[in-house]
């Protein structure tokens, strides 16, 4: 399936059916959020994956009790950092340079550069920019979900601090971004199912400068 047409097949799943997705299809989707493009590479978002059933039920009513929570095989949890810190900067560093085979001398300089813009500024500021690292990756797994014919239902209506209470993330220093319940679509239950997808026309989304 060519992913554009996927993307058509696609839409905000209201009802799942309770069926349980392969596991190879949820590792390839979360490769993908995985393999996302983030600034300087620092990739500051971790995936949270919910399949106990218990646990699920506890984080319903957070998420308003949209039934996709329960309903679905597998929910994915994007949390990001909560701040960019001296010590989670070279982290990331310290690995990409071991694994490129790279002295630290030669990215010492753009590492501190990095840090000269990060570090000091404020957690609420730094948070929102990992927070929007953590929507590509979210979005890659929406693509990536698609494209498996699985169904997803991208969430941002849930209660961050619950569910980041729920989850311990404070004390992994992450906060959560938004929720992706993956399943596959009870088309007699749902009534989003069957209906157009409608976007704006490519003309009016589209604003060039030539």
Do not use: C
Request: aromatic content about 8%.
């Amino acid at each position: 399936m060519e992913l554009i047409e996927a993307l058509n097949w696609r839409y905000a799943t209201k009802k799942m059916n309770g069926q349980a997705v392969p596991q190879e299809k949820v590792d390839l989707i979360l490769e993908a959020a995985r393999l996302a493009p983030t600034s300087s590479g620092l990739q500051p978002f971790k995936v949270i994956v919910v399949t106990n059933p218990e646990l699920k039920q506890a984080l319903l009513p957070h998420a308003f009790n949209q039934s996709q929570i329960v309903d679905s095989s597998h929910v994915l949890v994007f949390a990001a950092w909560d701040n960019y810190t001296h010590e989670n900067i070279d982290e990331v560093f310290n690995r990409t340079n071991q694994e490129r085979g790279v002295l630290a001398e030669a990215t010492a300089e753009y590492v501190a550069r990095l840090k000269g813009m990060l570090v000091d500024r404020e957690a609420e500021i730094n948070f929102q920019h990992a927070a929007r690292q953590a929507y590509i990756g979210f979005g890659m797994a929406i693509a990536q979900a698609a494209l498996l014919k699985v169904d997803a239902t991208p969430m941002e209506g849930f209660d961050n601090a619950k569910v980041d209470e729920l989850l311990g993330l404070s004390a992994k220093n992450l906060r959560s971004v938004s929720l992706l319940p993956l399943g596959y679509r009870d088309e007699a239950g749902d009534w989003l199912a069957g209906l157009k997808k409608v976007r704006q026309s490519l003309a009016d989304f589209v604003i060039e400068f030539k």
